[in-house]
């Protein structure tokens, strides 16, 4: 990463000198965020996590931030901040939409309706930018934030592995909240092969054991619609799974068939169960092409880039914030 003391134009906020790493705060709840962060130092970046969730200890959250003096800081879920809580602060401040939000042209769906109330709550004033998960809901955000791009979650390098022959018998894996949904695909298959079902709450070492120890992983959507594309999914091919998932939208580049098995229903999800379990190995190909795809949302490569791209985009085209 070029230093950005190099940048050409007028920076809005304090950058290091040409030649010293850029801080990078991540602010979020750590249970699912830590793992799109970067837990590491990498050249030219030095990164720090810090938990916080909505109606968390705001002083404590600040105390940390201050401390460590970010140049730019990076908060998943807009929604989370109390309004003008950032005024002061030197930093460039780039938000993290991570909900799916209603789509233009289509019917309105409760779920969706719901996040978007939630994303109402956030105050753009706290944001020079915005990235937004969701492409399709693009417009809904935009409305209310500074959009800037899209791209999914990245992946933690400690959770990226090789792949590895899967076990006899192959071990699944499913993370996620229980669902009258989810366990119309999950209860009947349970009943026949051991899959490990963690609700929520894995993280740091623990996450990364439980990915080690699986070779199918499961993605399933919370209902039959709307449809979506969970962070699981790219956790599962960066440790080298065989990932089994309902269809993604969007798909961010994921080809069904090629990339990840892809299921249409319950039956469908029980015959690439059996069929995992009855050759372990014939879709080897499958996992080796998922994996390779993981690449591309390396932690370690995405966020040296966005951090250089925001710092650019500021100096370029200034903020409102």
Known sequence: MTAPGALTGRAPYSVPPTGTPVRVAFVGQRTYFEACSVHRELP??????????????????????????????????????????????????????????PRAGEPAHPLLVSNLAELDAADAGNFDRVICFDPYGWDAAAERLPAWRCMPL???????????????????????????????????????????HYAHGLLGEDLRAAMAGADIGINLHGARWPLSFENRVLLHLAAGHLLISEPLSPSFGLEPGLDFLEVADADDFSLRVHEAHAEPEAHHQVRVRGRHKAEQFRASSVWPRVVRDLLEDLAAFGTAR
Not at 172 to 190: C, D, K, M, N, S
């Open 154 to 196: 990245p992946v933690d390098d400690r959770l990226f592995a090789p792949v590895r022959p899967a076990r006899q018998p192959p071990r699944a894996l499913f993370i996620g909240f229980p669902t009258e949904h989810r366990q119309r695909y999950l209860g009947p298959v349970q009943e026949e092969f051991d899959i490990v």
């Open 44 to 101: 030219g970046l030095v990164p720090t996590f810090i938990d916080f969730r909505g109606g968390a200890n705001v002083g404590e959250m600040l105390a940390t931030l201050t401390s460590f003096a970010p140049h730019v800081v990076v908060v998943f879920r807009p929604e989370i901040l109390p309004a003008g809580i950032f005024a002061d602060l030197d930093a460039a401040v780039v938000g993290f939409t991570t909900e799916p939000l």
